[in-house]
């Protein structure tokens, strides 16, 4: 029995110093792929962290190797670790003003910033998402920064995170242009641009640091392009939802966008009456048949186009394209005459424009006939809204086309 207890434990020892180094590489390796996997797309910004810091031009650095990244990816890897709180409300954000807040929120809880404000670049300007520290008078919602102008648009076009002294070691005429324009009187801490593949998304400005942040330069570039590749990701998802909801030839919204847009306006039936209008274009097939397609998607262009003008988004209204010639809108309605003339009206302003088909054929005048249901008089659900003012077209186009019917008629059915 010695001698078997004897040869378990050696046994033992050989296996624990065989089985010990193979089980701690495993792990390592397991360790290795969770951190490359949870930094793989962030390859980029790493590499802009060290061209920051060395004061370089993001597009004008070599191509690095992981193994040259290791030390920025442990800057990262220690950020993510000791902050999870702070990292994980990067995911998930639905809208860029949240990314904002979050982003200010991160600098407060690592580099401890009394003061800052986020900014993204939307058609060449910058324009406020954020701001913490600030009264509105200085930092007021929705203000805009042209991207190049001031400390800040200086820091988002140069691609460079910047501090106060920076801007003193520029050329005269380059600071005092940037000093011409400069928005806030307050100086901050650190002018960090958001950075994606080497072009500006945005740019944060953060200061009243009440401690030294070790590595305070490259945390405040993590942070930032972070932010970066969520806020592509919410254009990203807000272009691909925009194509999902529009058509493809008029660019109003589609049908199964418009229902989505008349069931919330349904919720609020009850403050707010409306009408449904849908109308067609008047013999277009016959369009289609004397000049074939391209006019005839022409003549739908145009008609979009005075559709556009009609409704007023900014009170509520919108149209779709319901299909084919077929077009649908929702307006409001506080009485039946006043609705009635502006209707006549939009349909008039369409029969007055006259279209050259290009083809060495007659001009072309678009003539349209259109059918109104009312909401909450009539009907109070989307489907027979819509059934009524189609029953109306046909009304309509039965009497005559190139009119409207508004009102109940015989041919009307009940639904």
């Known amino acids: 029995m010695l001698i078997l207890g004897n040869t378990l434990a050696l046994w033992s020892l050989v296996a624990a110093a065989v089985l010990g180094p193979t089980v701690a590489v495993l792990i390592a390796m397991r360790d290795r792929n969770r951190l490359l996997a949870r930094l793989g797309n962030l390859e980029d910004v790493l590499r802009r962290m060290r061209a920051s810091d060395a004061g370089s031009n993001f597009d004008d650095r070599p191509e690095e190797t992981s193994l040259q990244l290791s030390r920025e990816r442990l800057v990262l890897t220690n950020l993510l670790d000791r902050f999870p709180e702070v990292t994980q409300k990067f995911v998930n954000i639905e809208n860029v003003e949240t990314l904002g807040r979050n982003i200010l929120s991160a600098f407060e809880r690592i580099l401890d910033c009394e003061h800052g404000v986020a900014f993204v ?4 300007r910058l324009r406020l998402i954020a701001q913490s520290g600030f009264q509105d008078s200085e930092a007021y919602p929705d203000m805009r920064i042209a991207l190049g102008a001031g400390r800040l648009g200086y820091a988002a076009a140069k691609c460079l995170i910047l501090r106060p002294d920076d801007f003193a070691t520029l050329d005269d005429s380059t600071h005092e242009g940037i000093e011409k324009t400069r928005v806030f009187s307050t100086d901050f801490d650190f002018y960090v641009p958001m950075v994606h593949r080497g072009r500006p998304v945005g740019c944060v400005a953060v200061g009243g640091m009440k401690k030294v942040v070790q590595k305070a330069h490259s945390v405040s570039m993590a942070l930032a392009n972070l932010g970066a590749l969520v806020a592509l990701n919410i254009q990203r998802a807000a272009e691909i939802r925009k194509l999902s909801e529009t ?23 009850a403050t707010a009456p409306f009408a449904v209008f849908l109308f067609d274009i008047d013999h277009f097939k016959r369009i289609n048949d004397e000049h074939g397609h391209a006019v005839g ?14 409704v007023h988004e900014a009170e509520g209204e919108f149209a779709c394209r319901f299909g084919g010639e077929e077009f649908l809108c929702v307006l409001n309605c506080e009485d039946l005459p006043s609705l009635g003339a502006r209707l006549e009206s939009f349909r008039e302003s369409i029969c007055s424009t006259v279209l050259d088909p290009g083809t060495g054929a007659d001009p ?23 059934r009524l003012a189609d029953d109306r077209l046909y009304v309509a186009k039965e009497s005559g086309r190139n009119r409207l019917c508004l009102e109940s008629s015989p041919r009307e059915v009940t639904r």
């Open 121 to 124: 670049l939307e058609d060449g």
């Open 297 to 310: 998607d022409g003549v739908l262009v145009h008609v979009a186009d005075r559709t556009r003008e009609f």
């Open 247 to 269: 058509d493809p030839l008029t660019s109003l919204s589609n049908r199964r966008h418009f229902y989505a847009q008349l069931d919330v306006r349904l919720r609020s039936r």
């Open 364 to 386: 072309i005048q678009v003539r349209v006939s259109g059918g109104v249901s009312f909401c909450p008089a009539e009907r109070d659900d989307a489907d027979s809204l819509v």
